[in-house]
C-alpha cells in the first residue's frame, strides 16, 4: 500500500507571508498531482508533475517534484486571502499490466488571513 | 461544458433507507470515479468505472453498489443507510488514463441519523 504524508497537516498565515507544504513518501510515482479544494467545492486540479526535479510555475505557486520521485513541495509566494482552501497532493503509478493507482494525501488545510 | 455534475447537493438518511447519488459528466470522458471524504481521513476511492458497463471496486466498497448503464452517468447507491456512511461524496472522471488528472463533481453532503 502507497501512503502519502502532507505536512503540515494547518497552516495559518497573514497575507504576504511566503510558506511551503510538503508531501513524502515511500514509494517512487509515475507523477504527482497537486489539487486545491475549496470549502464546499471538489478538488481541482493545479498541476501534474512527471519527471524527477521538475519544476513548475503558476503565478505564485511553484511545485517540485524530488530527484528521485518519492516527494513533492509546493511553494507560496506573498499569500493572498485567495489562497485559503485544502491542498491535496496526488501519487499517480502504473505498475503495468493495466494496473493504475492513484493515492491521495490528507491535505493541508491553508488559512490565510488578510 | 458543466463539466462534472452531482444530485443532490445535501441529503439526511435514517438508518436503514435507500438512496442513489447521481454523477453526470459532458466531457465524454471514459473513467469514472466515486470517492467519500471523511475529517482526519482524506479521499477513499470506492467503486470506480474504466468504461460503459464495467464497475470495479475501491478501497472501501462495503455498503455501496454502483452502475454505468451510459458513458455519461454513474450511480452510487446504498442499499440500507448506517451512520458510519454520513459524509461527503464526491464524483469524479478522467479522459485518457485511469485515475489519471481528475475532474471532480461539486460533492453531496450525506448525513445518516
Known amino acids: 500500500t502507497q501512503l502519502l504524508e502532507q505536512s503540515p497537516q494547518f497552516l495559518s498565515i497573514q497575507e504576504g507571508e511566503n510558506l511551503t507544504v510538503y508531501c513524502n513518501s515511500s514509494?517512487?510515482?509515475?507523477?504527482l498531482q497537486w489539487y486545491r479544494q475549496e470549502p464546499g467545492e471538489g478538488p481541482v486540479l493545479l498541476v501534474t508533475?512527471?519527471?524527477?526535479?521538475e519544476v513548475k510555475k503558476l503565478k505564485r505557486l511553484t511545485f517540485q517534484f524530488g530527484d528521485a520521485r518519492k516527494d513533492s513541495s509546493l511553494h507560496i509566494t506573498a499569500a493572498q486571502p485567495g489562497d485559503t482552501g485544502l491542498y491535496l497532493c496526488?501519487?499517480?503509478?502504473?505498475?503495468?499490466?493495466?494496473?493504475?493507482?492513484?493515492?491521495f494525501g490528507k491535505g493541508t488545510k491553508l488559512s490565510v488571513i488578510p | 461544458n458543466a463539466g462534472v455534475t452531482q444530485t443532490p447537493k445535501f441529503r439526511v438518511l435514517k438508518t436503514g433507507q435507500s438512496m442513489t447519488l447521481l454523477c453526470a459528466q459532458d466531457?465524454?470522458?471514459?473513467?469514472m470515479y466515486w470517492y467519500r471524504q471523511d475529517p482526519g481521513m482524506g479521499l477513499r476511492l470506492i467503486h470506480y468505472?474504466?468504461?460503459?458497463?464495467?464497475?470495479a471496486k475501491g478501497e472501501v466498497p462495503d455498503g455501496y453498489n454502483v452502475s454505468r448503464l451510459k458513458k455519461q452517468n454513474f450511480l452510487l447507491g446504498l442499499e440500507s443507510a448506517a451512520p458510519s456512511q454520513t459524509s461527503v461524496y464526491f464524483c469524479?472522471?478522467?479522459?485518457?488514463?485511469?485515475?489519471?488528472?481528475?475532474?471532480f463533481g461539486p460533492g453531496t453532503r450525506l448525513t445518516v441519523t
Open positions: 468505472s474504466v468504461g460503459e458497463g464495467t464497475t
Open positions: 508533475v512527471v519527471t524527477g526535479g
Open positions: 466531457m465524454n470522458h471514459e473513467y
Open positions: 496526488a501519487g499517480f503509478a502504473y505498475s503495468g499490466a493495466g494496473s493504475y493507482q492513484l493515492t
Open positions: 469524479a472522471s478522467t479522459l485518457g488514463t485511469p485515475f489519471y488528472e481528475q475532474y
Open positions: 514509494s517512487v510515482f509515475s507523477s
